[in-house]
Protein backbone atom coordinates (compact mmCIF):
# COMPACT_ATOMS: atom_id res chain seq x y z
CA UNK A 1 0.00 0.00 0.00
CA UNK A 2 2.80 2.35 0.64
CA UNK A 3 4.49 2.19 -2.49
CA UNK A 4 1.15 2.36 -4.52
CA UNK A 5 0.05 5.59 -2.65
CA UNK A 6 3.90 6.97 -2.87
CA UNK A 7 3.74 6.17 -6.48
CA UNK A 8 0.95 8.47 -6.64
CA UNK A 9 2.35 11.60 -4.99
CA UNK A 10 4.99 11.28 -7.03
CA UNK A 11 2.77 11.46 -10.36
CA UNK A 12 0.80 14.12 -8.57
CA UNK A 13 3.64 16.56 -8.00
CA UNK A 14 4.11 16.60 -11.87
CA UNK A 15 0.99 18.02 -12.57
CA UNK A 16 -0.01 22.03 -11.91
CA UNK A 17 -1.39 21.57 -8.29
CA UNK A 18 -4.16 24.02 -6.95
CA UNK A 19 -3.76 25.06 -3.25
CA UNK A 20 -7.04 23.13 -2.34
CA UNK A 21 -6.84 19.97 -0.50
CA UNK A 22 -7.75 16.48 -2.11
CA UNK A 23 -10.51 15.85 0.27
CA UNK A 24 -11.94 19.53 -0.01
CA UNK A 25 -11.64 19.72 -3.59
CA UNK A 26 -13.52 16.22 -3.83
CA UNK A 27 -15.97 17.53 -1.32
CA UNK A 28 -16.57 20.49 -3.67
CA UNK A 29 -16.42 19.24 -6.99
CA UNK A 30 -16.48 15.34 -7.20
CA UNK A 31 -20.33 14.26 -7.84
CA UNK A 32 -20.66 10.57 -6.60
CA UNK A 33 -21.04 8.24 -9.60
CA UNK A 34 -24.32 6.47 -10.17
CA UNK A 35 -24.52 2.84 -9.05
CA UNK A 36 -26.60 0.57 -11.45
CA UNK A 37 -29.95 -1.13 -10.51
CA UNK A 38 -30.87 -4.20 -12.95
CA UNK A 39 -34.47 -4.79 -12.48
CA UNK A 40 -37.54 -6.66 -14.38
CA UNK A 41 -38.82 -4.00 -16.98
CA UNK A 42 -42.47 -4.41 -15.07
CA UNK A 43 -41.37 -3.28 -11.49
CA UNK A 44 -40.75 0.39 -12.31
CA UNK A 45 -44.58 0.54 -12.42
CA UNK A 46 -45.17 -0.98 -9.23
CA UNK A 47 -45.21 1.17 -5.88
CA UNK A 48 -41.67 0.24 -4.74
CA UNK A 49 -40.52 2.01 -7.97
CA UNK A 50 -42.32 4.97 -6.88
CA UNK A 51 -40.78 4.91 -3.66
CA UNK A 52 -37.25 4.45 -4.86
CA UNK A 53 -37.99 7.74 -7.29
CA UNK A 54 -39.30 9.80 -4.31
CA UNK A 55 -36.11 9.03 -2.40
CA UNK A 56 -33.58 9.88 -5.12
CA UNK A 57 -35.61 12.96 -6.21
CA UNK A 58 -35.19 14.20 -3.01
CA UNK A 59 -31.72 13.55 -2.22
CA UNK A 60 -30.60 14.37 -5.73
CA UNK A 61 -29.08 11.02 -6.11
CA UNK A 62 -28.31 9.31 -9.16
CA UNK A 63 -29.28 6.29 -9.65
CA UNK A 64 -28.89 4.00 -13.54
CA UNK A 65 -32.13 1.57 -13.81
CA UNK A 66 -31.76 -1.01 -16.50
CA UNK A 67 -34.37 -3.30 -17.34
CA UNK A 68 -33.74 -6.63 -17.57
CA UNK A 69 -35.25 -8.72 -20.41
CA UNK A 70 -36.17 -11.71 -18.30
CA UNK A 71 -38.83 -10.91 -15.84
CA UNK A 72 -38.14 -13.50 -13.51
CA UNK A 73 -34.76 -12.58 -12.92
CA UNK A 74 -33.27 -11.29 -9.33
CA UNK A 75 -32.82 -7.43 -9.10
CA UNK A 76 -29.31 -6.23 -8.36
CA UNK A 77 -27.06 -3.14 -7.21
CA UNK A 78 -23.78 -3.10 -8.90
CA UNK A 79 -20.85 -0.67 -8.30
CA UNK A 80 -19.84 1.75 -10.80
CA UNK A 81 -16.37 0.06 -11.57
CA UNK A 82 -15.22 -1.42 -14.37
CA UNK A 83 -14.91 -4.75 -12.13
CA UNK A 84 -18.86 -6.17 -11.83
CA UNK A 85 -19.19 -5.43 -8.27
CA UNK A 86 -22.30 -7.08 -6.98
CA UNK A 87 -23.11 -5.47 -3.41
CA UNK A 88 -26.88 -6.20 -3.45
CA UNK A 89 -29.32 -8.86 -5.40
CA UNK A 90 -33.06 -10.25 -4.05
CA UNK A 91 -36.26 -9.63 -5.40
CA UNK A 92 -37.04 -5.68 -5.04
CA UNK A 93 -40.46 -6.65 -3.58
CA UNK A 94 -39.51 -4.58 0.08
CA UNK A 95 -38.47 -1.28 1.23
CA UNK A 96 -35.34 -0.24 -0.56
CA UNK A 97 -34.01 2.71 0.75
CA UNK A 98 -31.22 0.62 3.06
CA UNK A 99 -29.48 0.13 -0.21
CA UNK A 100 -28.79 4.20 -0.31
CA UNK A 101 -28.90 4.74 2.93
CA UNK A 102 -27.66 3.58 6.39
CA UNK A 103 -27.08 4.68 9.82
CA UNK A 104 -23.02 4.61 9.26
CA UNK A 105 -23.52 6.30 6.19
CA UNK A 106 -25.07 9.16 7.90
CA UNK A 107 -22.54 9.50 10.53
CA UNK A 108 -20.30 9.72 7.77
CA UNK A 109 -22.08 12.22 6.14
CA UNK A 110 -22.46 14.33 9.30
CA UNK A 111 -18.79 14.14 10.00
CA UNK A 112 -17.90 15.25 6.25
CA UNK A 113 -20.49 18.22 6.47
CA UNK A 114 -19.60 19.19 9.70
CA UNK A 115 -15.48 19.92 8.76
CA UNK A 116 -13.83 16.38 8.94
CA UNK A 117 -11.13 16.50 6.48
CA UNK A 118 -11.64 12.68 6.21
CA UNK A 119 -13.58 9.82 8.02
CA UNK A 120 -11.41 5.94 8.89
CA UNK A 121 -13.72 3.35 9.41
CA UNK A 122 -13.02 0.55 11.35
CA UNK A 123 -15.18 -2.91 10.89
CA UNK A 124 -13.98 -5.22 14.21
CA UNK A 125 -13.35 -8.55 13.66
CA UNK A 126 -15.39 -9.93 16.89
CA UNK A 127 -11.84 -10.28 18.54
CA UNK A 128 -11.96 -7.96 21.41
CA UNK A 129 -7.74 -8.44 21.46
CA UNK A 130 -7.22 -7.61 17.40
CA UNK A 131 -10.12 -4.85 17.62
CA UNK A 132 -8.56 -2.93 20.64
CA UNK A 133 -4.95 -3.49 19.60
CA UNK A 134 -5.78 -2.14 15.49
CA UNK A 135 -8.64 0.31 17.24
CA UNK A 136 -5.45 1.88 19.36
CA UNK A 137 -3.09 2.22 16.53
CA UNK A 138 -5.52 4.11 13.98
CA UNK A 139 -6.38 6.53 16.87
CA UNK A 140 -3.78 7.31 18.69
CA UNK A 141 -1.67 8.22 15.19
CA UNK A 142 -4.55 9.81 14.06
CA UNK A 143 -4.16 12.14 16.94
CA UNK A 144 -0.59 12.83 16.26
CA UNK A 145 -1.32 13.94 13.15
CA UNK A 146 -3.91 15.71 13.99
CA UNK A 147 -1.80 18.25 16.27
CA UNK A 148 0.59 18.17 13.67
CA UNK A 149 -0.34 18.19 10.11
CA UNK A 150 -1.23 21.14 8.07
CA UNK A 151 -3.41 21.70 4.92
CA UNK A 152 -1.42 23.92 1.98
CA UNK A 153 -1.94 27.98 2.43
CA UNK A 154 -4.58 28.83 0.11
CA UNK A 155 -4.07 31.58 -2.44
CA UNK A 156 -6.90 33.89 -2.70
CA UNK A 157 -6.10 35.10 -6.14
CA UNK A 158 -6.43 31.57 -7.64
CA UNK A 159 -10.05 30.75 -9.30
CA UNK A 160 -9.13 27.07 -9.53
CA UNK A 161 -8.64 27.28 -5.25
CA UNK A 162 -12.22 28.68 -4.97
CA UNK A 163 -13.53 26.98 -2.32
CA UNK A 164 -17.14 26.01 -2.93
CA UNK A 165 -19.91 26.48 0.50
CA UNK A 166 -19.44 23.96 3.55
CA UNK A 167 -17.62 24.17 6.63
CA UNK A 168 -14.62 25.74 7.51
CA UNK A 169 -11.49 24.14 5.90
CA UNK A 170 -9.66 22.40 8.87
CA UNK A 171 -7.18 19.40 9.41
CA UNK A 172 -10.12 17.05 11.34
CA UNK A 173 -10.09 13.35 11.53
CA UNK A 174 -13.15 11.17 12.23
CA UNK A 175 -12.99 7.41 13.31
CA UNK A 176 -16.07 5.68 13.22
CA UNK A 177 -16.17 1.97 14.03
CA UNK A 178 -19.10 -0.36 12.86
CA UNK A 179 -19.59 -4.42 13.32
CA UNK A 180 -18.68 -6.79 10.52
CA UNK A 181 -22.23 -8.52 11.79
CA UNK A 182 -23.81 -5.11 11.51
CA UNK A 183 -27.60 -6.00 9.90
CA UNK A 184 -28.02 -2.75 9.25
CA UNK A 185 -24.73 -2.08 7.63
CA UNK A 186 -24.17 -4.97 5.34
CA UNK A 187 -24.50 -3.30 1.47
CA UNK A 188 -22.56 -0.18 3.03
CA UNK A 189 -20.13 -2.87 4.36
CA UNK A 190 -19.86 -3.98 0.37
CA UNK A 191 -19.47 -0.69 -0.91
CA UNK A 192 -16.46 0.21 1.34
CA UNK A 193 -14.29 -3.06 0.50
CA UNK A 194 -15.20 -2.26 -3.63
CA UNK A 195 -14.36 -4.11 -6.01
CA UNK A 196 -11.14 -5.22 -4.68
CA UNK A 197 -12.03 -5.90 -1.23
CA UNK A 198 -14.45 -8.91 -0.98
CA UNK A 199 -12.00 -11.08 0.67
CA UNK A 200 -11.48 -8.77 3.99
CA UNK A 201 -15.43 -9.27 4.40
CA UNK A 202 -14.60 -12.83 4.47
CA UNK A 203 -12.08 -12.78 6.39
CA UNK A 204 -11.45 -12.83 10.50
CA UNK A 205 -9.37 -10.06 10.50
CA UNK A 206 -10.18 -6.24 11.75
CA UNK A 207 -9.68 -3.98 8.44
CA UNK A 208 -9.95 -0.02 8.03
CA UNK A 209 -10.88 2.00 5.56
CA UNK A 210 -11.30 6.35 4.78
CA UNK A 211 -14.18 7.83 3.25
CA UNK A 212 -13.79 11.47 2.28
CA UNK A 213 -15.31 14.01 -0.36
CA UNK A 214 -19.34 13.24 -0.99
CA UNK A 215 -18.59 9.21 0.43
CA UNK A 216 -15.83 8.38 -1.77
CA UNK A 217 -13.50 5.17 -0.16
CA UNK A 218 -9.96 6.04 -0.95
CA UNK A 219 -9.38 2.12 -0.05
CA UNK A 220 -9.11 -0.72 2.93
CA UNK A 221 -6.37 -2.32 4.67
CA UNK A 222 -5.93 -4.84 7.30
CA UNK A 223 -3.54 -4.29 10.11
CA UNK A 224 -0.82 -5.54 8.42
CA UNK A 225 -1.00 -3.48 5.59
CA UNK A 226 -1.83 -0.45 7.75
CA UNK A 227 1.05 0.59 10.22
CA UNK A 228 2.08 4.16 11.30
CA UNK A 229 3.50 4.96 7.92
CA UNK A 230 0.34 3.78 5.93
CA UNK A 231 -1.75 5.76 8.17
CA UNK A 232 0.80 9.01 7.71
CA UNK A 233 0.69 8.61 3.71
CA UNK A 234 -2.83 8.14 3.76
CA UNK A 235 -4.17 11.29 5.62
CA UNK A 236 -1.06 13.30 4.26
CA UNK A 237 -2.26 12.28 0.75
CA UNK A 238 -5.75 13.59 1.30
CA UNK A 239 -4.53 16.86 3.27
CA UNK A 240 -2.39 17.66 0.62
CA UNK A 241 -3.40 19.87 -2.32
CA UNK A 242 -5.06 18.59 -5.38
CA UNK A 243 -3.08 17.84 -7.95
CA UNK A 244 -4.78 15.38 -10.25
CA UNK A 245 -8.02 17.79 -10.41
CA UNK A 246 -10.06 14.69 -12.38
CA UNK A 247 -11.57 12.46 -10.55
CA UNK A 248 -11.02 9.86 -12.37
CA UNK A 249 -7.38 10.06 -12.01
CA UNK A 250 -7.60 9.93 -8.61
CA UNK A 251 -8.13 6.05 -6.05
CA UNK A 252 -10.77 5.33 -5.25
CA UNK A 253 -14.45 4.83 -5.85
CA UNK A 254 -17.76 6.09 -4.89
CA UNK A 255 -20.21 4.65 -1.69
CA UNK A 256 -23.98 4.76 -2.28
CA UNK A 257 -25.68 7.82 0.04
CA UNK A 258 -28.87 9.15 -0.33
CA UNK A 259 -27.55 12.45 0.69
CA UNK A 260 -28.80 15.69 -0.93
CA UNK A 261 -24.95 16.75 -0.77
CA UNK A 262 -25.55 20.49 -2.32
CA UNK A 263 -27.96 21.42 0.11
CA UNK A 264 -26.45 20.38 3.29
CA UNK A 265 -23.33 22.07 2.25
CA UNK A 266 -25.12 25.30 1.94
CA UNK A 267 -26.33 24.98 5.58
CA UNK A 268 -23.11 23.85 6.90
CA UNK A 269 -22.05 27.50 5.26
CA UNK A 270 -24.54 28.80 7.13
CA UNK A 271 -24.14 27.44 10.13
CA UNK A 272 -20.09 28.17 9.68
CA UNK A 273 -21.43 32.18 8.97
CA UNK A 274 -23.43 32.42 12.11
CA UNK A 275 -20.46 30.61 14.64
CA UNK A 276 -18.23 33.31 13.27
CA UNK A 277 -20.72 36.10 13.81
CA UNK A 278 -21.10 34.57 17.26
CA UNK A 279 -17.81 34.73 17.96
CA UNK A 280 -17.43 38.49 16.90
CA UNK A 281 -18.25 40.94 20.06
CA UNK A 282 -20.28 43.76 18.96
CA UNK A 283 -19.36 47.11 20.19
CA UNK A 284 -21.03 50.10 19.80
CA UNK A 285 -21.17 53.60 21.37
CA UNK A 286 -23.62 55.36 22.58
CA UNK A 287 -25.01 59.00 23.05
CA UNK A 288 -22.54 59.48 26.12
CA UNK A 289 -19.66 57.58 24.60
CA UNK A 290 -19.46 54.75 26.54
CA UNK A 291 -18.58 51.50 25.12
CA UNK A 292 -21.85 49.02 24.80
CA UNK A 293 -22.24 45.23 23.84
CA UNK A 294 -18.60 44.57 25.78
CA UNK A 295 -18.23 43.43 29.70
CA UNK A 296 -16.67 45.89 31.49
CA UNK A 297 -13.88 43.19 32.67
CA UNK A 298 -13.18 42.88 28.63
CA UNK A 299 -12.12 47.29 28.80
CA UNK A 300 -8.67 47.87 28.97
CA UNK A 301 -7.08 49.88 32.14
CA UNK A 302 -5.91 53.22 30.40
CA UNK A 303 -2.93 54.88 33.04
CA UNK A 304 -1.19 58.40 32.45
CA UNK A 305 2.37 58.49 30.60
CA UNK A 306 4.95 60.88 31.24
CA UNK A 307 5.21 63.05 27.78
CA UNK A 308 1.02 63.58 27.90
CA UNK A 309 0.88 59.78 26.28
CA UNK A 310 -1.46 57.71 27.61
CA UNK A 311 -0.56 53.81 27.44
CA UNK A 312 -3.10 51.07 27.92
CA UNK A 313 -2.81 48.03 30.16
CA UNK A 314 -5.10 45.32 29.72
CA UNK A 315 -6.32 44.45 33.23
CA UNK A 316 -5.35 40.76 35.15
CA UNK A 317 -6.75 38.39 33.53
CA UNK A 318 -7.73 39.98 30.35
CA UNK A 319 -4.02 39.84 28.48
CA UNK A 320 -5.18 37.59 25.83
CA UNK A 321 -8.79 39.29 24.34
CA UNK A 322 -8.30 40.71 21.08
CA UNK A 323 -9.66 43.84 22.21
CA UNK A 324 -7.00 44.29 24.83
CA UNK A 325 -3.94 43.19 22.41
CA UNK A 326 -5.11 45.81 19.38
CA UNK A 327 -5.61 48.74 21.78
CA UNK A 328 -2.16 47.81 23.93
CA UNK A 329 -0.17 47.46 20.36
CA UNK A 330 -1.99 50.93 18.89
CA UNK A 331 -0.84 52.77 22.48
CA UNK A 332 2.51 51.02 22.93
CA UNK A 333 3.17 52.31 18.97
CA UNK A 334 1.48 56.24 20.19
CA UNK A 335 3.79 55.53 23.14
CA UNK A 336 6.87 55.28 21.37
CA UNK A 337 6.26 57.93 18.57
CA UNK A 338 5.86 60.59 21.33
CA UNK A 339 9.06 59.43 23.04
CA UNK A 340 10.98 59.57 19.66
CA UNK A 341 9.73 63.19 18.86
CA UNK A 342 10.11 64.29 23.01
CA UNK A 343 14.52 62.81 22.53
CA UNK A 344 14.21 64.59 19.06
CA UNK A 345 13.20 67.99 20.12
CA UNK A 346 15.66 67.95 23.26
CA UNK A 347 18.54 67.28 20.69
CA UNK A 348 17.65 69.61 18.47
Keep these: MARVLLGLLL ?6 ACTVPVFRYALDRWHADAYRFEVAAGWMEGAQAAKLRTLLGETATELEVVALAKGDSPARLLMP ?29 QELLSGASMVWVMVSSGSAEKDQEFEKRISERLSYLESVAAIPE ?36 KMLVGPVGAPLLEGDEPFAGVVFGRGRALGVWPPSELDEEGIDEVSLFLLGACSCRVKIGNPGWDIAMA ?10 QMAADRTLEDSVLPVSVSEEG ?26 KGNEGSALGIVLGSLAVVAGLGALYFMVSIKGS
Design 154 to 189: QDPNDPESKLGPGPDLRVGFSFLKVARSDAKEQVFL
Design 259 to 268: IDWDTRLMAA
Design 11 to 16: LSALAE
Design 81 to 109: TEEEAVVWSGQPDAELSALFLSPMREKIA
Design 290 to 315: EGQGAPIALLPEVVSFEGGTDLVVPE
